[in-house]
T-cell receptor
Framework: AQKVTQAQTEISVVEKEDVTLDCVYE???????LFWYKQPPSGELVFLIR??????QNEISGRYSWNFQKSTSSFNFTITASQVVDSAVYFC??????????????FGRGTQLTVWP | NAGVMQNPRHLVRRRGQEARLRCSPM?????VYWYRQLPEEGLKFMVY????????ESGMPKERFSAEFPKEGPSILRIQQVVRGDSAAYFC?????????????FGAGTRLSVL
């Protein structure tokens, strides 16, 4: 079965601290895709990043960085120098190219990040 | 370039009524997905549609729920005879072509409350 685990339910930090959100996934497929989405208090889901299973390069986008490690089935997300506007629920998700589940995203339960001023 | 539009944003229904949730995908997108988010949980897949076709409805309850994506107009998720357990946020996402590598862009959701 495919599964995404975000063990951290809630994290609180003070502004300017670095914070890492963990994501661990389970799959037997060799081809798969990993995603992170942000859900701010307004409720919409905002796409942050997509990574395919053959690309283990880490990625940095401004204050955001992602660490993909197949050996530990993890796709962790780090925010450097956090800001109050980073407060949101962050979801990790997984999808496959297998016919029966084509296009379906499997989501973790999310991590509520609160950044205090 | 408008994103995925969902309406209404909030919907209140009494038990036994019908709920209709609408989703207009991003321009140029012909693939629509519906997900449900129960309180304190992540999003769960319900149904995947292309124009005039249901591709995968395995995540949708077999009774009372239906979805369509007509040739013209928005995708509709319809819940008949709503019960309290249907209270949730319902999200629609769209993508331009098929395939799991494709990014799904989400709307702001419809929050359904059943009294």
């Amino acid at each position: 079965a495919q599964k995404v685990t975000q063990a951290q339910t809630e994290i609180s930090v003070v502004e300017k601290e670095d914070v890492t959100l963990d994501c661990v996934y389970e799959t037997r497929d060799t081809t798969y895709y990993l995603f992170w989405y942000k859900q701010p208090p307004s409720g919409e889901l905002v796409f942050l990043i997509r990574r395919n299973s053959f690309d283990e390069q880490n990625e940095i986008s401004g204050r955001y960085s992602w660490n993909f490690q197949k050996s530990t089935s993890s796709f962790n997300f780090t925010i450097t120098a956090s800001q109050v506007v980073d407060s949101a629920v962050y979801f990790c998700a997984l999808s496959f190219d297998r016919g029966s589940t084509l296009g379906r995203l499997y989501f973790g339960r999310g991590t509520q990040l609160t950044v205090w001023p | 370039n408008a994103g995925v539009m969902q309406n209404p944003r909030h919907l209140v229904r009494r038990r036994g009524q019908e709920a209709r949730l609408r989703c207009s995908p991003m321009k140029g997108h012909s693939h629509v997905y519906w997900y449900r988010q129960l309180p304190e949980e992540g999003l769960k897949f319900m149904v995947y549609l292309q124009k005039e076709n249901i591709i995968d409805e395995s995540g949708m309850p077999k009774e009372r729920f239906s979805a369509e994506f007509p040739k013209e107009g928005p995708s509709i998720l319809r819940i008949q005879q709503v019960v309290r357990g249907d209270s949730a946020a319902y999200f629609c996402a769209s993508s331009p072509i098929w395939g799991s590598k494709n990014i799904q862009y989400f709307g702001a959701g419809t929050r359904l409350s059943v009294l």
